[in-house]
């Protein structure tokens, strides 16, 4: 029994769109399988493809939201809805589920930054800045514009910054990367990204991008997508541990947690084929005689302390 905190997960949308409970599902990730853990916490966003129009992701915004909403609910005696430290210090003294929400990509915004207001009085405590594609905001890293930052991208970093929302790079351009750490000055994570220097996959990370947002206070979350992981077909359990020695390398101890990506990957790593699997990396690593302070450092306590500062 392990303590877990994840940057990130597509489980609402996934099972949503599927028509099935977050309670009892065959996804990666639903609350029984969640229970298993000593603690548990998560940050569950709500993606959309980034190929919709600005007003149908603004509208399927609140479509999930309301799923999310009746889910918790309907298991609020194993799950808390965290808006605030209150909240989850709450969920964790009572020994439920502490969950957070997130959105992936800002392209709901519509193109306004005061739609953040709307969206954070909801319960929205980090946004991923792009997906993919451009959306207003920046380039997602798919894009070979060379774009960065908008001047409603700025707008969009600024009002975060002064709402204590956690800004997200993950999927980025690389310029947009760069400007967001010339715009804010605070706390910047990527949720669900790996180390470049393992893996060639153009999401993953520079060192000095790593070095940013370790210097940020912030940090970046192990993906367990094996497309992230491996330049061969295949991802094992040592090729994850490789991108986390590596981030290690860098300084990264205080910095380093996971965003398995989880209900939103199509190739698991060998070994770690769903969230109740998890405590095989967390073993590895004990296997590898790391010590248990730094792997639970990796598994909770930095996320924690990352969410509790914005927080």
């Known amino acids: ?16 769109d599927a028509g099935l409970s977050m309670y009892e599902n065959d996804m990666h ?3 029984s ?3 298993r853990f000593k603690s548990y916490a998560g940050i569950f966003a709500i993606w959309q493809d980034d190929t919709k129009t600005p007003e149908a992701a603004y509208d399927g915004f609140f479509k999930y939201y309301d799923y999310w909403i009746s889910e918790t609910k309907k298991h609020s005696d194993i799950i808390t809805f965290c808006k605030s430290r209150a909240d989850y210090e709450s969920a964790k ?3 439920k589920i502490a969950a957070f929400l997130s959105i992936e990509g800002g ?16 319960g929205v405590r980090l946004m991923t800045l792009t997906w993919n594609r451009y959306n207003g905001i920046a380039d997602g890293i798919t894009e070979q514009t060379g774009r960065g930052l908008t001047d409603f991208g700025r707008e969009v970093v600024a009002r975060m910054g002064s709402l204590n929302m956690l800004i997200d790079v993950s999927h980025l351009s690389v310029r947009g990367f760069y400007d967001v750490f010339e715009a804010h000055r605070g706390i910047v994570v ?6 470049i220097a393992e893996c060639s996959h153009r999401r993953n990370l520079t060192d000095e991008q790593f070095g940013l947002l370790k210097a940020s206070g912030g940090g970046c979350g192990i993906n367990l997508y094996a497309d992230f992981i491996s330049d061969r077909f295949e ?3 040592s ?14 101890e205080d910095s380093l947690f996971i965003g398995a990506d989880f209900d939103g990957i199509e190739r698991t790593v060998k070994g770690l084929p769903d969230v109740v699997h998890i405590e095989n990396l967390y073993e590895e690593l004990l296997r590898l005689n790391y010590p248990e302070k730094t792997v639970k450092k990796l598994f909770y306590d930095n996320l924690e302390r990352i969410m509790l500062t914005v927080l």
């Open 1 to 16: 029994m392990i303590r877990y905190f994840d940057a990130h997960c597509d489980t609402i949308t996934r099972t949503a």
């Open 235 to 237: 991802a094992h359990i």
């Open 93 to 95: 003294r009572e020994g």
């Open 190 to 195: 990527a949720s669900h990204s790996n180390s």
């Open 33 to 35: 399988k969640l229970k």
């Open 239 to 252: 090729d994850v541990v490789r991108h986390i020695e590596h981030f290690m390398a860098l300084g990264g």
């Open 29 to 31: 990730i639903s609350f």
């Open 107 to 122: 392209l709901p915004l519509k193109g306004d930054a005061h739609n953040l207001d709307k969206f954070y009085e909801a």
